[in-house]
């Protein structure tokens, strides 16, 4: 994926520029691209970060399992 960098730090601003409508869709894909990888790796982590819990959450009890009260 390429990266377009067309901030000019000296105006403050982004430059005026035209593009082709050629390089316009191409630069819309290329970010199709990049979100539909991005979320690739949210639903990863997502996955990760559930499994992580689980784990959490069977450690703490088999280290320190709640008694129940006598009732």
């Known amino acids: 994926m390429k990266c377009f960098d067309t ?5 403050g601003g982004f430059p005026e520029q035209e593009i082709t409508e ?3 869709f191409e630069q819309f894909a290329a970010l199709e691209e ?3 990888i991005l ?3 949210m ?3 997502s996955e990760n970060a559930k ?5 959490a959450t ?3 009890r088999s280290i320190c399992p709640t ?3 006598p009732r």
């Open 22 to 24: 050629e390089q316009f």
């Open 43 to 45: 639903r990863g982590m």
């Open 34 to 36: 990049g979100l539909a």
């Open 39 to 41: 979320q690739i790796h």
């Open 58 to 60: 069977h450690m703490r």
């Open 7 to 11: 901030h000019d730090k000296n105006k």
């Open 67 to 69: 008694t129940l009260s």
């Open 51 to 55: 499994l992580f819990g689980s784990l």
